[in-house]
């Protein structure tokens, strides 16, 4: 039986910012690196950091398999899918869920985790 590897980077004491195993990407949660902004420049942040994440394994937007994003207040809904549609390529929209959740931080507005494709 061949044994699958596991490649990590950004590797830290609590946790890597990315794992590829298998062909799958699978990245930590996103949030705001200075957690300062309105939900609009939040989310621009969180999708810069995601691309920057995917690009370091060869991977990009056009290749998510799923995202999950947590927004510390519903009323930042229709404010975050502007900057997303903006963001998304179109016909490679991927599967998605939206929920409301208390973030680590009070600054935070908004949590992405992203799995996608090698």
Known sequence: MEKSTIKRLEIGPRMSEVAVHNGTVYLAGQVAANGNGDIRSQTEQVLAAVDALLAQVGSDKRKILMAQIFLA??????????????????GHTPPRATVQAALAKSEWKIEIVVTAAA
């Open 73 to 90: 207040d519903l009323a930042d809904f229709a404010g975050m899918n502007l900057v997303w549609d903006a963001w998304v390529v179109p």
